[in-house]
Every structure is written in structure tokens, then in C-alpha cells.
Nanobody, 122 residues
Framework: EVQLVESGGGLVQAGGSLRLSCVGS????????IGWFRQVPGKPREGVGC????????YYADSVRGRFTISRDNAKKTVWLEMNSLKPEDTAIYYC???????????????WGQGSQVTVSS
């Protein structure tokens, strides 16, 4: 069974930092591109960033570029989302997702985690 489990969310003050982890199991992790997304209830899901399985290239949304960093360790079956200089508008549920065939910020990945709440207070 394919599983993605996010952790590391929580409450932080504006300007602070958090690091989310996404651990995969039940599949060959290196064969999948991984994306990070976020969603506020009642609003569309937003692609935050993603890392390609083919060349390791990382893509970021304009809203987070320069503040968020994605890293990956296939041996640990883990992708991290390091979030710095957090703003109240970064408050959302953050999801990681995996897809074997595609990578991008606006595609519907095949597998999704359960999400991790990030709340940034002003």
C-alpha cells in the first residue's frame, strides 16, 4: 500500500520557520516525483514546490521562492519542505504528493498524504 505521511506542522509566529517532512512507504520512492501543495478551506489548492525524479530539479511557486526550500533523500524515502520567513498568508494544510509519470505544480498527483496543518500568527 502506497503511503505518504507528513509531519512537522504546527503554530509559529510570523517570521519564524518550520520544516515539514514527507515519508513514503509501499513504493520505490526514487521512481516518483514529489510535490508539496497547500490548501486553505474554501480556496483552491496551491502548488508550493516539487522535485523531479528524473534530474532532481526543483520548482517553486512564486509566492514561496526564496523562502521555502525542498530537499530529498531517496535512501530515507523522505522529502523535506523547509519554510522560513513565514507569513500569516502561508497558513494552510500542507500536503505532499507523489507521481511516477509527471512533475509540476498544477497537476493532480497519483498519491497524496493526509496533510499537516501550518498556522502562522501575526
Amino acid at each position: 500500500e502506497v503511503q505518504l505521511v507528513e509531519s512537522g506542522g504546527g503554530l509559529v509566529q510570523a517570521g519564524g520557520s518550520l520544516r515539514l517532512s514527507c515519508v513514503g512507504s509501499g513504493f520505490t520512492f526514487a521512481d516518483y516525483s514529489i510535490g508539496w501543495f497547500r490548501q486553505v478551506p474554501g480556496k483552491p489548492r496551491e502548488g508550493v514546490g516539487c522535485v523531479s525524479k528524473w534530474d532532481g530539479r526543483i520548482y517553486y511557486a512564486d509566492s514561496v521562492r526564496g523562502r521555502f526550500t525542498i530537499s530529498r533523500d531517496n535512501a530515507k524515502k523522505t522529502v523535506w519542505l523547509e519554510m522560513n520567513s513565514l507569513k500569516p498568508e502561508d497558513t494552510a494544510i500542507y500536503y505532499c504528493a507523489a507521481d511516477r509519470l509527471r512533475v509540476g505544480l498544477s497537476i493532480d498527483y497519483a498519491y497524496w498524504g493526509q496533510g499537516s496543518q501550518v498556522t502562522v500568527s501575526s
